[in-house]
């Protein structure tokens, strides 16, 4: 069964998010660390929640995994990944693990 893994980077509280160092910096940690058990990632820049709503989240990364063991080993690795969440996000990101239904 697929999983996946969503990490979303709440725009309460006046956070900021770096959209450069994450794309140029951040990934490829991740990439680097998680890559070899991920089997996809898309990545999405929060412009709006609606008509005149602004974005409820800078971003989400949504990464998927063909198994349960694939996400253990992938979140196994996830350290640099976390520890370098700091450099771009001052807030508390939030994260979803889930099963894939289409």
Known sequence: MTLSLQ???PTADNTTFDHAYY???HMPIV??????HIDTV???KGL???PD???G????ATMTFKDQAAL??????????LADIPNFFNGQPQMLIGEVQG
């Not at 990439?31 to 070899?36: D, I, L």
């Not at 989240?57 to 989400?60: D, P, S, V």
């Not at 253990?72 to 990944?81: Q, R």
Request: a negative charge.
């Open 7 to 9: 990490v979303l980077y």
């Open 23 to 25: 794309a140029a910096k």
């Open 31 to 36: 990439e680097e660390n998680m890559g070899p």
């Open 42 to 44: 898309l990545i999405v």
């Open 48 to 50: 709006a929640g609606g």
């Open 53 to 55: 709503v602004p974005a």
């Open 57 to 60: 989240f800078h971003a989400i």
């Open 72 to 81: 253990d080993a992938g979140l196994g690795a996830a350290g640099p990944a």
